[in-house]
Every structure is written in C-alpha cells, then in structure tokens.
C-alpha cells in the first residue's frame, strides 16, 4: 500500500482514499453485503464510515496462516 503507482510519491493508498469509499457505499445501495477481509495496511485506505458500513468476520488468525483461514472463512461462509 506504500508503493508508488505514478511516479510522483503517490501511494496506493493515497490513491484508493475516497475512491473505495464510493465503490462501498454504492454497492451496499444495491443491497450487497460487504465482508471486509482486508489487513490493517488496506483498511487505513478506508474511511470510518465506509468501515462502519463493512461486515468484518471473527476470523482469529495470526500472519503465518492469514490467508490459509481466511480462504478457509470464504469457503465456508460465502
């Protein structure tokens, strides 16, 4: 989330602010649940509200085998 994308210091983080905001609120506009599966690093991208909006799961892991349980949560619950 801290790369540069367009050669003028311009994280990816920077960049989503705001824009993903939009994309959830538009999607739960139409009735969608959003589970919100993202790390610290991509919710920072994020703002309170629009997380507010999001559905996070207890799915208790620790980084070694964050993505093995997370998949393992979609597959049982979506």
Do not use: C, H
């Amino acid at each position: 989330m801290t790369d540069e994308i367009d050669g003028n210091k311009n994280s990816v983080q920077r960049f989503w602010k705001g824009k993903l905001d939009a994309i959830i609120e538009n999607l739960i506009n139409d009735g969608y649940i959003i589970y919100n599966l993202l790390s610290k690093d991509y919710n920072n991208s994020i703002s309170k509200q629009a997380l507010n909006l999001t559905v996070i799961p207890d799915v208790k892991y620790i980084r070694s085998d964050a993505s093995e349980k997370r998949g393992k949560w979609l597959k049982e619950n979506l």
